[in-house]
């Protein structure tokens, strides 16, 4: 989330612009740019990451 906050503010990009890439509505991109992480899911963050042309790796480990 952080990352794609980053992105769009380094790229300039407007909200509508942002909202048109990841294909969503102008109201969510303040969302995001907020860091309202409890609005969205992982897989809304990945495929908007992935949209924006990020390289996504997921790690996972066995509970200790």
């Keep these: ?3 794609l906050n980053n ?4 790229t300039q990009m407007s909200q509508m612009q942002a909202a048109q890439l ?3 509505t ?3 991109i303040p969302d995001l740019m ?4 409890n609005l969205f899911g992982l897989d809304a ?3 908007r990451a ?10 996972g ?3 200790a």
């Excluded at 907020?34 to 992480?37: C, D, F």
């Excluded at 992935?50 to 790690?59: D, K, Q, S, V």
């Design 61 to 63: 480990r066995a509970a």
């Design 34 to 37: 907020r860091g309202k992480i």
């Design 1 to 3: 989330m952080m990352e």
């Design 7 to 10: 992105h769009l503010i380094h």
């Design 50 to 59: 992935a949209a924006a042309g990020f390289h996504i790796e997921m790690r």
């Design 26 to 28: 102008q109201p969510r």
């Design 22 to 24: 990841f294909g969503v």
């Design 45 to 47: 963050l990945v495929n």
